[in-house]
């Protein structure tokens, strides 16, 4: 009897103990499920702060500058390439600003525009097609009104009222523009072609446009010119591929110069025997795809220009909106010397290129020989296309200049007879204050900001005081008295 009521307190004893560790597993299992929970959601809450940071990272400098280093040989050197930081931006589609340059217009109803002359009913508005609304071209607009009720719809189409020197129904034509259509209409009704195809402006529409822009030899440009010829664009230009001759990189120079606001890419020569606009090309076209995974387009536009040229950019962005296809168009430039308060007497002259890039190819990748084919011209004597900065330079730079082996390239008359003439700062100052070129007989025209429509960029007037040598002649003395007479 006492042996079986032992034997039973024993299985009792042994059936708890086992509930007791069931329980504690099964405590241990959900804690173990709860903390793998805990563990699985933090680590989605970090991915999700990694992915955020690390976007918010690209989206800064996803409008960094690409750097792409080349050897004196033309090649590319991998090393050197990776130690110098390719940067790409992180939206590599074109620098499409279709809704800051375009806004809305909506038509009233007819109904409520002329109640008393017409009563037509709603549905006519779309037969008639008077319902989609019309978009402006907001730098060509004369007033931003989103309603147009003083127009009749069944005489006329809407259209947007252009400021003075634009054209178009969206007013999307500078006068540029408009005057080279006009000339090349006159010259298709006569048998000939016409250099643009043109589209209507649409978002989903727009082609990129790569700045090719030669230096030659670094010593010898402006780099206060150079800033002014890449900020006038920084908005229309998608890449600006800049290539220059210089025994030592200067990337970092033109890092601080651009900021962190472009994209481009370098390409240094060690001579200019080796620096042909076709091997830039070439060398831009392979780096641009092995580098940025950008693929160069047969309708893209491409620009051509030299270290003297700052090209006007209403044209390039009407080309970028509005044309399908460009043949070889040259510029018809501004002809200043010193600086933008002189003007050669000749006024004008005919440089640069833009045209599509399937041309370019058939010109056998050569932007010189683009340049010679091109017959048709952007801008007239009244009407520029940019300006074209010749001399540019410190007096001290052009010495220099003189002094280099391209000296035979220019004609430069020595301050007298005598055997011991030499040319100098002091004689350069003279002859920027006199306006002499420095040929020696040819005189220039003095231009006043108050009185040229064209005086100069408009990038440099908004920023006068970092462009005042190319704005103001600081060696004239009359010119200082004035300007210490207004301050």
């Known amino acids: 009897m006492v042996r079986s009521s032992i034997m039973v307190t024993h299985s009792l004893a042994s059936g708890a103990g086992g509930m007791g560790r069931l329980a504690i597993t099964k405590k241990l299992v959900l804690w173990s499920v709860l903390v793998l929970q805990l563990g699985f959601i933090g680590c989605i809450w970090l991915l999700q702060m990694g992915h955020s940071q690390e976007r918010s990272v690209l989206e800064q400098i996803g409008s960094r500058v690409n750097f792409v280093l080349s050897g004196g040989d033309g090649k590319t050197n991998p090393a050197k390439g990776s130690q110098s930081g390719v940067r790409c931006p992180r939206h590599q589609d074109s620098l499409n600003r279709y809704d800051k340059d375009f806004y809305q217009m909506k038509p009233e109803g ?19 097609g008077l319902a989609p609304s019309l978009w402006c071209y907001r730098e060509g607009t004369l007033r931003e009104s989103h309603h147009m009720n003083d127009v009749d719809y069944l005489m006329a189409p809407p259209q947007c009222k252009c400021e003075s020197g634009w054209h178009g129904r ?24 016409t250099p643009i195809q043109l589209v209507e402006a649409s978002p989903s529409y727009l082609h990129r446009l790569y700045y090719m822009l030669e230096l030659g030899a670094w010593e010898h ?6 800033e002014l010829q890449i900020r006038a664009l920084l908005e229309v230009v998608d890449y600006f591929l800049v290539y220059y001759v210089s025994n030592t990189s200067k990337e970092r120079h ?30 831009f076209r392979r780096q641009l795809w092995m580098q940025c995974g950008v693929q160069m387009q047969a309708q893209d536009l491409l620009l051509y220009g030299d270290s003297q040229t700052v090209y006007a950019p209403a044209a390039l962005k009407f080309l970028k909106y509005y044309a399908n296809d460009v043949l070889p168009l040259r510029f ?17 002259l005919l440089s640069g290129v833009i045209s599509s890039l399937v041309h370019l190819h058939s010109a056998q990748m050569d932007a010189h020989r683009l340049q010679r084919q091109a017959s048709s011209t952007l801008g007239d004597l009244n009407h520029y296309g940019g300006w074209s900065c ?59 900001e108050q009185s040229e429509k ?14 005042g040598q190319l704005l103001v002649n600081l060696y004239d003395v009359d010119i200082l008295e004035d300007l210490q007479d207004e301050d």
């Open 332 to 348: 018809r430039l501004k002809y200043n010397v010193y600086g933008f308060f002189w003007q050669h007497p000749k006024k004008t």
């Open 110 to 128: 007819l109904n409520e525009s002329h109640p008393s002359d017409y009563n037509v009913p709603a549905y006519v508005d779309a037969e008639m």
């Open 221 to 226: 440009i402006s780099l206060e010119l150079l």
């Open 454 to 467: 064209y005086f100069a960029p408009e990038e440099a007037l908004r920023r006068s005081s970092q462009y």
């Open 254 to 283: 033109l890092d601080v110069l651009l900021g962190n606001q472009t994209n481009y890419v370098l390409m240094r020569c060690s001579s200019a025997s080796n620096c042909s606009s076709s091997q830039a090309y070439s060398h």
């Open 170 to 193: 969206d007013c999307g034509q500078p006068e540029i523009i408009w005057r080279a259509l006009m000339t090349h209409s006159r010259a298709s009704r006569r048998g000939g072609g």
């Open 390 to 448: 010749e001399l540019c330079l410190p007096p001290e730079q052009i010495v220099l200049l003189l002094q280099s082996s391209h000296k035979h390239q220019l004609a430069a008359k020595l301050p007298n007879d005598t055997r011991n003439a030499h040319i100098d700062a002091t004689y350069m100052q003279q002859l920027i204050a006199d306006g002499v070129h420095m040929d020696g007989s040819t005189r220039l025209f003095r231009l006043r």
